[in-house]
Nanobody, 133 residues
Framework: EVHLAESVGGLVQAGGSLKLSCAIS????????IGWFRQVPGQEREGVSC????????YYADSVKDRFTISSDSAKNTVYLQMNSLKPEDSAVYYC??????????????????????????WGKGTLVTVSS
């Protein structure tokens, strides 16, 4: 069974930076597909960024492209999300998630890498990021 734990988020001023980490235990990166998602209360959860930690492929939502960077450290079984130039609209609960079932389009939330879709099987509890204007 895969367990994921996000680092503590925090309060950041607009324009600032914050780095989230996701520690993964139970299976080395599962199938290697790790995603960051975020959710504002009352809104749908959205995919922010995904990485294939075995191959290096990445995905970024248009809203975070050129501002956020996802990376993985296999030695530490950890995936990171470096968030720069933060905006108030980035405020949300951020979740990391992992796939361990292989390529499939659902059900639930998916990571898209190229033409492939990976439904997320395991989730962290989430961490709150608040960006003040």
């Amino acid at each position: 069974e895969v367990h994921l734990a996000e680092s503590v988020g925090g309060l950041v001023q607009a324009g600032g930076s914050l780095k989230l980490s996701c520690a993964i235990s139970g299976s080395t990166f599962a199938n290697g597909i790790i995603g960051w998602f975020r959710q504002v209360p009352g809104q749908e959860r959205e995919g922010v960024s995904c990485v294939n930690s075995h191959g290096g492929d990445t995905y970024y939502a248009d809203s975070v492209k050129d501002r956020f960077t996802i990376s993985s450290d296999s030695a530490k079984n950890t995936v990171y999300l470096q968030m720069n130039s933060l905006k108030p609209e980035d405020s949300a609960v951020y979740y990391c998630a992992a796939d361990y079932s292989g390529e499939r389009p659902g059900p639930g939330y998916v990571c898209r890498l190229g033409a492939k879709y990976y439904a997320m099987d395991a989730w962290g509890k989430g961490t709150l990021v608040t960006v003040s204007s």
